[in-house]
């Protein structure tokens, strides 16, 4: 494949251990409408895609550092989805290697957002070594900052204080099986009969069709990222402030008045534990649709 050719598409920076799978999930043909097309962007002296005989049709390396503004134009940075920057084993640095691609990546996607040459903001995913250095990517309008090892401490207290959370845990977090996460955005007629209801009116009523409602992200779709006037939280300068934005707030398992009393409101978005899109393709319309809604 040829990256000039891609729209739509992943860029991954970077390599580490856990690179291959996550490639390989994400490219899996079970997936479907979902399946990813992905560009890497690393200085690697092999070819992951031949080694780790990942589709060729859906994966492609692009030699190069992910620091290099040039290289990530040259991956499709200007038509790409979304940009994951994993922690470069391969470097001294990663984590500074994480926050010079993200600042790269997003500001320039961000400028082509104003100059009119792209519809949708880039998503962006990375992740970090150390937790401490989050604040550097929280400035830089980064949608999901990751630490692993933060990540797995948390997996292994919870397995170690409550026996048989692991095997919960590995079963709703496998992507393209059964009893995934999925999130759906409120808007539209689509979701007009749950618009108003309160968590556990939704509850009961997505019950219907098997789905389990897990939480309300308030202000989880699109338009979370406005101020009233409409205008985008990069400011001026490019750069978020973080002090004038109302953060969304994930309702899981309300229990306080005010909590329970909230109604879903347009603009929300749902977390559903779901054992297949059929369903949620009834109330919701087509999973493409719930994408594009995240776009913004």
């Known amino acids: 494949i040829d990256p000039k050719e891609l729209d739509g598409h992943v860029i991954l920076c970077g ?26 962007v690393a200085d690697l002296d092999f070819n992951p895609v031949e080694d780790y005989e990942l589709p060729p049709e859906h994966a492609v390396l692009l030699k190069g550092s992910p620091t290099d503004l040039d290289h990530l134009r040259k991956a499709g940075l200007d038509r790409a989805d979304c940009i994951i920057v994993l922690a470069d084993e391969t470097v001294d640095d990663p984590d500074s290697q994480t926050v010079l691609t993200v600042l790269q990546a997003e500001k320039h996607a961000h400028r082509l957002m104003l100059e009119g040459e792209r519809s ?17 990517l929280e400035s830089v309008h980064t949608d999901l900052i990751l630490c692993p090892q933060e990540f797995s401490e948390k997996i292994l207290l919870q397995a170690l204080l409550n026996p048989g959370v692991s095997e919960f845990l590995g079963d709703i977090l496998s992507v393209g099986r059964e009893n995934e996460i999925i999130e759906v955005p409120v808007h539209g007629v689509e979701t007009s009969s749950l618009v108003g209801k309160t968590f556990d009116e939704a509850m009961v009523a997505c019950r219907e069709k098997a789905l389990l409602l897990l939480a309300i992200h308030r ?45 879903i409101q347009p603009g929300d978005s749902l977390l559903f534990l779901a054992h297949s899109h059929q369903p949620l393709t009834e109330m919701f319309g087509s999973p493409s649709k719930w994408r594009k809604a995240f776009q913004g």
């Open 15 to 40: 390599w580490n251990a856990r690179a291959p799978e996550i490639i390989s999930r994400l490219t899996d043909q079970g997936l479907k409408d979902r399946r990813q097309t992905i560009v890497v």
């Open 120 to 136: 949708t903001e880039l998503r962006s995913v990375a992740e970090l070594v150390d937790p401490e250095k989050k604040s550097a």
């Open 219 to 263: 202000g989880g779709a699109p338009g979370a990222g406005k101020d009233p006037e409409g205008k985008d939280d990069w400011g001026e300068q490019g750069l978020v402030d973080l002090d004038t934005l109302t953060p969304p707030r994930l309702l899981t398992n309300p229990h306080g008045p005010a909590d329970r009393g909230y109604r």
